[in-house]
Each structure stands twice: as structure tokens, then as C-alpha cells.
């Protein structure tokens, strides 16, 4: 025996013709890959005929490689009748096993399916551990995975989930993925950027999940709410508002002249002024009287006229009117 295998060492060491001396010449493939779950001899080497589908090796998982030294391959083949003399030295053999790879989106449905029937819920948003995951499976067999068992903590909203792929194969691969739910309600946002003071209708509004843990409850959650209505600073689209950026629209700009009305008692006094500031209706806002540059605080009636809030006796408040 230690003669016979210095004999194949040799052999595989040295360049030589594909001489038979032994028995049959074969040939060995190049980038030798596999589909089932076992390796034979003409997965191997070509020219093998009635002995092609000796078995000599289980294959490796889908997607993976198993390495074989050459002389134990020589010593095999000389053992069967056949003679191995590659033209080059060879030291080892690689043979990979096809596979496929599941893609993540096929896994993330099939968990949100099963949670959906366990929790008998929809709205809810789920998270993976794993966000990268690769799962391979033979070449010829589907792409699909189902899910066996599934583990769920009310309280932290964790789940685990024991998938098997392919789904419902008797030796299948099988896995646990770790992930966690949050709860979801549908919040009214902007469907376009929305200036401050720009009147909101109910065109502008969609609806969109947001987790209950991050809607606040100053966070608006009836549409109803936003109708008729404006930001008092500038929003974005597909941002959920808060009830202190809510007011009315504005009536009157920047920058523009209205009535200043003084009303008390039966006293009625009328100036131009112009506005400070922009403001909706009864919106408190700073008017400027443009005869003696006196600063009012005035309440805007509509967008032509606003009324002066000061307390002041009649005389003083018509002298800051009057200028």
C-alpha cells in the first residue's frame, strides 16, 4: 500500500500523458459545482462512463464549498479501476453546491403575516435583529420559507419567530430570527410643505403610521382639527403637527395698511395704521399708527380692520389713535 500510494503522489506531482495504466483515463473538470445533496464521480472528472454516479461525498449546504485533497481523490479513483494524471500539479479540489438565496422581503412577509394572525392586528411596525440576512437553500428547491413557531411578549412587544425554509421541507433548514412590534396609529399630516399662516384644507391631508409611543398627546390625530386652519410656523410634508402650531389663517400680511379701530363706550375713532406682523382672525397683533408712529396692540377683525385692546381711559386712548 505505501508503494501504491508514493506511486499516485507521483503521479499527481509530475506533468505526464494521459496514459491508461491503471484502467480508464479520466479527466478532472474545471470549477466543479453540484446541485444535489451528494457528490459523485462525474460531478468530478469526465470520461468516468458506468461509474458516474458512484457516490463519494455528501455535499456541502447550498452556497458552500467542500475541499478535498487530491491524493485521497487519486487513491479513491485507482481503488475503483480509473486512472487520474492531470497535466498539471494539483494539491487540492473544490467543490461548490449551488444554491439560491431567499430574499429578505419573502422573510419579513411571512413573519408580519404570522404576527398579524397571532396579535389580530395590522397597524404595527416590525423590526428584525438580523438586518442583513442571507438565507441559501439548493438550487432547485423554492424560495419560500413558513413560519413554525412564534414567541410574543405583550409587554416589550419582542417577539421570536422559528422560520423553516424551504417552507413546510421535512429537512429544511431551520432558523430563529429575533424582532420587536410597535404598535402604530394613523396620524393627519401635510400632503405638501405648508407656509405659516397658509390656510389648510382637506385636500392637503393624508394619513400616515406613526408608533403610538411617539405620538404625544399634544400630537393632532383628527383631521378635523387641521381643516380651516393654519400652521403658525412653517411645516413639512408627512410631519405630524402639534396643536400649539395650529391657528387661524392670516387675514392680514405683513407689512399692510387696515382701519385701527378705537371703540369704547359711544366713542368710535378710525386710523390708518399698518401692520407690524401677519395675523388670522382674532389674533392679537403690533399695528403701527402711520400719523404719530405710536406701536398698538390690536386684535385683527377681518382682513381690512382691527381693534385696539388697550384698557386706557377714553382721552389717552384717543390721543395714541389720533396721534
Known sequence: MKYIALV?????????PSVAIAGETITLRRD???EGEQITLGDIFMGTGDKADQVIAPSPEPGKTTVFKAVSVARYTYSQGLEWRPATPVRRISVRRLGSSIPQQVVTDQIRAALEYELDMELFEMNLA???LSIQIAADQ???ISVENLYYNKNSGQFVAEILAPAHAENGQRMKL???V?????VPVLKRFKSAGEEIRERDIEYKAQRISKVGRHIITDAAHLIGKSPRRSVRSGVPMNMSNLGDPVLVEKGKLVAVILSQGGMYLSVTGRTLEPGGQDDVIRVENINSRKVIQAQVINAQEVRILSRQPKLASAQDIKG
Do not use: E, F, W, Y
Open 178 to 180: 429575533n424582532g420587536q
Open 32 to 34: 466543479i459545482t453540484v
Open 8 to 16: 499516485i503522489t507521483l503521479i499527481i506531482a509530475i506533468a505526464a
Open 182 to 186: 410597535h404598535k402604530q396609529i394613523m
Open 130 to 132: 438580523t438586518q442583513s
Open 142 to 144: 423554492p424560495r419560500t
